[in-house]
């Protein structure tokens, strides 16, 4: 990997961090417990209910999604980033830069 491919990486990386801490700042506000008083009926504070699980599933995931990504922006700099975990083969940089934060090839991830 040229240092070309690299810095292309890297700004997505940045790019992607950044639009994953507006969506987490998102995802908090609208995982808030449900109180009961705010309740309209009985179908709506269910919904509401079902609402906050999705978002809680998915608050969980961009945690998680920002956390490989910030690992990657540590990692692009060294030797390994690039390659398989598994295996040690090369990750293609077009899967790189379409999920920065993949530490498996194709192969391997199947």
Do not use: H
Request: proline residues 5%; glycine residues 8%.
């Amino acid at each position: 990997m040229n240092d070309e491919q690299k810095s292309e990486i890297r700004t997505k990386i940045e790019k992607e961090i950044a639009e994953c801490r507006e969506g987490i700042a998102r995802l908090e506000k609208s995982a808030k417990p449900i109180a009961p008083d705010n309740a309209v009926g009985r179908l709506s504070r269910m919904g509401g209910i079902v609402d906050q699980g999705v978002s809680n599933a998915t608050l969980e995931q961009n945690r998680q999604k920002l956390m490989m990504l910030e690992q990657a922006l540590k990692n692009i700099d060294k030797p390994g980033f690039g390659k398989c975990a598994l295996c040690g083969c090369p990750i293609p940089v077009e899967r790189l830069l379409a999920v920065p934060e993949c530490t498996l090839c194709v192969k391997c991830a199947e």
